[in-house]
């Protein structure tokens, strides 16, 4: 399971080569800890028929597992930057794990926001050193980069998948049962990383009369601009798709949920592909092509009729999905010497502070309909694309 660092190749020259197990083990616990970023959106529904919410209370759910882990995961970022703290990714997923378990034992609507909350920052604290450690077993490569962001995609298909099984079976206040799989996951990782050299090196140091590698802030930040826009839709969707499609189509909740399995189930399959484009076209005009697309997409979603919508659903997850694991390297790169910094903002901060737009969405569906918010939604790619154009492809920094 060792995995020397290496300095990472230029996207179009990177070699294909087998992931690391390390990898693998990585993408596995990185679906763990999303599958639990995926269930909120899939517990609103059950939520909302249950309790008879409005679209605010619904949106403040969101807000929830989103606002504590914007303003956290800098921290933990910052934390690993100074300090190897591998034990924050099977501590981070099962916090993450227990605030779901908690969210529906209870019908007071400020201990179920409180429980989710929890969860955001057990989200928060398992992200940054993750993507460290995959960083340092992905050697540089894209795909492999690539297959650990897919994990978290899978974990997002799956949450509907499960929460939709359990709490079909056991009401909304059966939510205790979703805690095992971080349970489970967490031990593993905990005890494999314990005996894992790779997760414990230290950072490799600058050679005497080198100057230690320049951060791009001006890169960053529109990199991070670009990363919050395709948050603001993600969140956007990932809130309101289900009943939009419940809606339209005329439909329960199953169809509801089957939406959002559409969409974070094909999602994971665009950020496989995203690592694979960038290795033969470069990161960033697969970037810039993504978003560019995703225009018509988003729009298919409310324009398309019927069932033709989830066409519109699919081509969306696609484009939206694509850059995503190659926001994370994009990031370390123009900050290579705040790895666990980069991957926060990146991983975190950028994608967590678009849940904070969801109020406003719903303000919009309550003063509209839902068919009117989404729409709404389309002028954001419009916007990641033009900022993605100011892009520029940074040197590819050292793995460690």
């Known amino acids: 399971m060792t995995s020397p660092p290496a300095t990472a190749l230029p996207a179009a020259t990177e070699p294909r080569r087998r992931p690391d197990p390390a990898v693998w083990l ?8 999303d599958l639990y970023q995926g269930a909120v959106p899939a ?3 059950f939520f909302v028929a249950a309790r008879h919410w409005d679209y605010a209370a619904a949106s403040g759910i969101t807000v929830a597992a989103t606002v504590l882990s914007s303003v956290v995961q800098p921290l933990f970022g910052l934390l690993t930057d100074r300090h190897r703290a591998p034990w924050l ?5 099962s916090v993450a794990g227990a605030g779901i378990g908690l969210s529906g034992l209870s019908h007071y609507y400020w201990l179920t926001w409180l429980a989710i909350a929890l969860s955001g920052i057990g989200v928060a604290a398992y992200h940054p050193e993750s993507a460290r450690l995959a960083r340092v077993a992905a050697r540089g490569s894209h795909e492999s980069m690539s297959l650990f962001s897919m994990g978290g995609n899978v974990g997002f298909a799956l949450g509907p998948v499960i929460v939709g099984g359990v709490l079909g079976a056991l009401g909304t206040t059966g939510t205790l049962p979703l805690l095992a799989p971080a349970l489970i996951c967490g031990l593993i990782t905990l005890l494999v990383l314990r005996g894992a050299s790779w997760a414990r090196q230290p950072r490799a140091a600058t050679a005497p009369g080198q100057t230690p590698p320049a951060s791009d802030w001006r890169g960053f930040t529109k990199l991070t601009v670009v990363v919050v826009g395709r948050s603001i839709v993600t969140f956007g969707l990932g809130t309101f798709l289900a009943l939009l499609t419940e ?3 005329h439909a329960g909740t199953a169809v509801g949920e089957a939406a959002l399995i559409t969409f974070y189930g094909i999602g994971a399959l665009g950020t496989l592909l995203g690592g694979r484009l960038a290795t033969r076209f470069g990161r960033v005009r697969t970037v810039r092509v993504a978003y560019f697309l995703g225009i018509p997409a988003l729009a298919a979603i409310w324009l398309l009729p019927g069932p033709a919508m989830f066409a519109g659903i699919a081509a969306s997850a696609v484009t939206l999905y694509v850059p995503f694991s190659l926001h994370v390297t994009l990031g370390q790169d123009y900050l290579p010497g705040r790895v666990g910094t980069a991957s926060g903002v990146t991983l975190g901060l950028a994608v967590s502070i678009g849940g904070v737009a969801t109020p406003l969405i719903a303000l919009i569906a309550d003063h509209s309909d839902l068919r009117t918010a989404i729409a709404a939604l389309t002028v954001v790619p419009v916007l990641c694309a033009l900022v993605g154009l ?11």
């Not at 100011?390 to 460690?400: D, N």
């Open 89 to 93: 990714v099977p501590l981070g997923m």
């Open 247 to 249: 809606q339209r189509l």
């Open 43 to 45: 517990l609103i529904p």
């Open 26 to 33: 990585l993408s596995a616990g990185h679906a763990v800890d």
């Open 390 to 400: 100011r892009l520029r492809e940074p040197a590819p920094a050292s793995a460690a």
